[in-house]
């Protein structure tokens, strides 16, 4: 099995900082795209920024002059570092990893995490 943990999200003032982290675990041979996705109260699941295994980043228009993500593939981590920070990024964030190949499963996987509360204050 394949496991996703989310961290550094928090309560953040507007005009602040994050870096979020997502952790792949599990005995995992690789892994494709990676990303991040976040969900505000009564709203869609959105983008916000995938990056691929050979490091070519997709941003949101929303997030993309402030944001940047990257990835270390041995350890199966991605980061987000978002500055700027407004209270329209108030959301969970979670992490997202597609095509996961594992041991003992021949067919990749898409996987989620549990989540991460991002709060902005004004």
């Known amino acids: 099995q394949v496991q996703l943990v989310e961290s550094g999200g928090g309560l953040v003032q507007a005009g602040g900082s994050l870096r979020l982290s997502c952790v792949a675990s599990?005995?995992?041979?690789?892994?494709?795209?990676m990303g991040w996705y976040r969900q505000a109260p009564g709203k869609q699941r959105e983008l916000v920024a995938t990056?691929?295994?050979?490091?070519?980043?997709n941003y949101a228009d929303s997030v993309k002059d402030r944001s940047s993500i990257s990835r270390d593939n041995y350890k199966n981590t991605i980061y987000l570092q978002m500055n700027s920070l407004e209270p329209e990024d108030t959301a969970v964030y979670y992490c997202?990893?597609?095509?996961?190949?594992?041991?003992?499963?021949?067919?990749?996987?898409?996987?989620w995490g549990r989540g991460t509360q991002v709060t902005v204050s004004s």
């Open positions: 997202r990893a597609e095509s996961v190949y594992y041991r003992g499963e021949r067919s990749p996987l898409d996987y």
């Open positions: 599990g005995s995992i041979l690789s892994i494709g795209d």
């Open positions: 990056i691929t295994s050979g490091h070519v980043p």
